[in-house]
Structures are given as structure tokens and as C-alpha cells.
């Protein structure tokens, strides 16, 4: 059965709450004294309601004393504040790596709390919690090491599409790596090959194997475009442009199709080198992307200080746009602001209908995510693309 514990000091409140819960077959206990949290035996319960605004101990003092104590259990929040509140508690608590739930947003029919007493989908928990077998960075180094050598890492394309007329604009390359037959993902293995030393090596693999499956694209359909990731401290190589003139020479592919992503992950001083970089790419014709836009330490500060043609909406804005306001506000204006700077936006991680419209009606017409096509092997994207030009009665090919 599930044991739930409820952290408010409304008696009212929770006298409602427990009876509400019993209802639905499970147990849960009440503190209405938040420090004595402390003195409780917590592994027997499953799941932690706090509410936010208490006082001498609030919700957020709780929070940090669960990631203390490496509390594994799940955690709701619950307050009759406004909605950024929280959903900024929702962010903390996944800051602290703790197993977030849901927010309940007092007052709240009995229907919600279906949801409190279920179980959190196997890809939440998977999430939140790091499998004991993961291998270490060390071993995870030196096997990424071998597989860039030997050219293992696999390159998949996933469609950028106009909204509006659904044509395909271009790809976007991303890199992928298994190591014995376990996927690895993205997020795990490039800030491993930035703080090793792996990353221009690591590119100059993703940059090869793009190139030759693009160029085999653009045979069969002229005009797509091809976005490719680059980590921010590769613009410290000042060799870079001329690599890559030599890679798009050597596979006939013009400059003007090829964007670079720029994925800032560290923070990045004001930097001559960077910027006579940036500057030589643009004057090759290249374009170049600032990625995550909104999301990294200084997108603003890249903007302002790089020649940049398009902005990248990061994912985490893009899919909240229907439920939360803030990013709506913070999407249209990223959105308003590029068009008078006269740059591209591509939205990305748009995984529902309900998305696409939002994002149409706020005059963002590119757009990217699982909605249209998950990134695929490259090799399929001639088949994939002749499909949904089908599927789509469409006869010009972009
Ligand atoms: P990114 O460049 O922002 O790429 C978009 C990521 O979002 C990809 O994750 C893609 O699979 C995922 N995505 C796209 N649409 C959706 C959606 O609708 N829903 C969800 N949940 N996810 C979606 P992926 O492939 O795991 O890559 C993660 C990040 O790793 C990339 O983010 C990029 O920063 C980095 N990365 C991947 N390949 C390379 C590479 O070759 N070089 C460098 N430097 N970084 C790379
Ligand atoms: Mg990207
Ligand atoms: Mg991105």
C-alpha cells in the first residue's frame, strides 16, 4: 500500500486530505510541526506532500533537508501561492535531484489526487534516479576515447519543419554512442568529451559522417539545410573554419546549407579569439545558431557580443507554453525579439499538436520535435523524407 506523509500545519486542510486519501486505499500521516521532520523515521513512507509557506520551517527548508538525507521517495508540492511559486519549488527540487511528483495547487477537486496516489511512470523515476551499474567517468572516458578512433560514434538526423507549409527546412545531426549495446546518451557523453579533451575529436567524427549522409541527402532533394552542434569552447580552435571548409569542399556541400549550433555550456569570457572565429565562419557563409537559447549561463550576452543568424528555442520553454504562463511569455518574446534583430527561431521539443498551434499563432513557424519525427539513423532520412512528402500531399520538395 502506498504510505504518504503530509507536511502542513492547516489542521483543516489536512483533516480533508487524509480522509480524502483513506478513500482512495491508501495510508497517510500528518506533521503539522515541520522541524520535527527531523526525528521521523521517513524510510517506510513513499511519497512526501509539503506544503510551501510555513512558519519557522517552510517547504524549501524541508526540501533541502530531504536532499540532506538523500530522501528517495517521491515529493509533492502543495500551496495556495501563485502558480510560479510553485513551480519554482517543482525546479528546486529536482535541482537537489530529489523525486519530484506533482504540484497541487490549493484548492483542488478530490480528482487530483487519482494522480498523488499513483506511482510516477517508469521514465519519471528513471530519470531521477542514476541506475547502480552506470559506468564510472573514468571507464566511460577511455571508451569514448576508443570510439572516436575508430569512428564508432553514429550520426542521426532529426527534420526541422515549417509549420505552416509543413516543407522541410533542414536537419539537425546528433551525435550517438552505445557502448555494449547500451545506449549512451548525448547529455552523458559530450560534457564528458569537453572536460577530457575529446570534444574537437569528437566533431571532427560527427562533422565527417554528417557531411557524407547530407550530401547523399541533397541529391535526392535539393534545398534542405544541415544544423550541426558544436560546444562553445570549439571556438577557442582558431583552425576551425578552415576544417570545415575542407570537410564541405570534399563533399560539394555549399556553406550557406551548413548552420552551427553553438551549445554554451560553460561560460564564456568576452573572447577575440571566439569571435574572429564566429566572425570567419559568417564570412564563409556558414550560419550560426545560438542553441538552449534561454537557458545557458549568458544566450543574451552571446547574442549581443557574435554574429549569430538564428536563435534556438530551448526545449524546456517550448513545451511548457500550453500549461505554464511564464514561458509562453518568455517564447513569444524571444520570438518578437528575434524577428527585429532580423534573425531565424526554431523552436525546439515540440511534442503535441497543442504546441505547434501555440507556437504558430505567436508567428514561430520553424520548428523541431518528437511531433514531427524522433531523430533517426541518417541513413533513412531519403526514405522518411519521400514519406512525408506523401503523407502530406505535398509535391514540391523543399
Ligand atoms: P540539442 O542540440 O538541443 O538537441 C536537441 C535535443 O532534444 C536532442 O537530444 C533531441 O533528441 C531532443 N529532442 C528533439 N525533439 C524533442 C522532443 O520533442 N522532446 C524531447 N523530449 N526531446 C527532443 P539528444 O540527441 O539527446 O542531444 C542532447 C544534446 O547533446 C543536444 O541538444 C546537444 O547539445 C548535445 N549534442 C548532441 N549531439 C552533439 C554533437 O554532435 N556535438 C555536440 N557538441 N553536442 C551534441
Ligand atoms: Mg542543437
Ligand atoms: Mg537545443
Not at 161 to 179: D, P, Y
Amino acid at each position: 500500500m502506498n504510505n504518504l506523509l503530509l507536511i502542513d500545519d492547516d489542521q483543516d486542510f489536512s483533516e480533508f486530505f487524509v480522509a480524502a486519501i483513506n478513500s482512495k486505499g491508501a495510508n497517510c500521516q500528518v506533521l503539522s510541526e515541520p522541524k520535527k521532520i527531523i526525528n521521523l523515521n521517513l524510510e517506510a513512507i513513499d511519497h512526501i506532500i509539503i506544503d510551501l509557506l510555513m512558519p519557522e520551517f517552510d517547504g524549501l527548508q524541508i526540501l533541502r533537508f530531504l536532499k540532506e538525507i538523500d530522501y528517495r521517495g517521491d515529493i509533492s508540492v502543495t500551496s495556495g501561492q501563485d502558480q510560479s511559486l510553485l513551480d519554482s519549488a517543482k525546479e528546486i527540487c529536482q535541482l537537489h535531484k530529489l523525486s519530484f511528483h506533482s504540484v497541487l495547487k490549493k484548492p483542488f477537486d478530490l480528482s487530483t489526487l487519482d494522480t498523488i496516489t499513483k506511482k510516477k511512470c517508469v521514465e519519471q523515476i528513471k530519470n531521477n534516479k542514476i541506475a547502480p551499474t552506470e559506468p564510472s567517468d573514468s571507464e566511460l572516458t577511455t571508451a569514448l576515447k576508443t570510439a572516436i578512433d575508430s569512428q564508432c560514434l553514429d550520426v542521426y538526423f532529426q527534420p526541422k519543419v515549417n509549420m505552416s507549409n509543413s516543407l522541410i527546412t533542414g536537419f539537425e545531426a546528433l551525435a550517438r554512442w552505445s557502448l555494449n549495446g547500451k545506449f549512451i546518451p548525448p547529455t552523458r557523453f559530450i560534457p564528458l568529451a569537453e572536460s577530457t579533451g575529446l570534444i574537437n575529436k569528437l566533431t571532427q567524427v560527427i562533422v565527417e559522417k554528417s557531411l557524407k549522409h547530407f550530401a547523399r541527402i541533397q541529391a535526392h532533394h535539393s534545398k534542405p539545410s544541415l544544423s550541426i552542434n558544436f560546444s562553445a569552447l570549439e571556438l577557442n580552435t582558431s583552425n576551425l573554419p578552415d576544417l570545415l571548409k575542407s570537410k564541405i569542399d570534399q563533399y560539394q556541400v555549399a556553406s550557406e546549407r551548413i548552420t552551427l549550433e553553438i551549445t554554451e555550456t560553460v561560460f564564456l569570457e568576452k573572447n577575440t579569439l571566439s569571435l574572429e572565429v564566429l566572425t570567419r565562419l559568417r564570412l564563409m557563409g556558414f550560419k550560426l545558431s545560438i542553441d538552449d537559447f534561454g537557458a545557458g549561463y549568458s544566450s543574451v550576452n552571446m547574442l549581443q557580443n557574435g554574429p549569430f543568424t538564428e536563435l534556438k528555442i530551448d526545449r524546456a520553454f517550448v513545451s511548457t507554453i500550453h500549461c505554464n504562463e511564464q514561458s509562453r511569455i518568455i517564447v513569444q518574446s524571444i520570438v518578437e525579439m528575434a524577428k527585429r534583430l532580423e534573425l531565424s527561431v526554431v523552436a525546439e521539443g515540440i511534442e503535441d499538436k497543442i504546441t505547434q498551434d501555440g507556437l504558430t499563432k505567436m508567428n514561430c513557424l520553424i520548428g523541431q520535435g518528437y511531433f514531427f519525427s524522433k531523430p533517426m539513423p541518417a541513413h533513412l532520412v531519403n526514405d522518411w523524407l519521400t514519406n512525408w512528402y506523401k503523407n502530406n500531399n505535398l509535391t514540391t520538395i523543399n
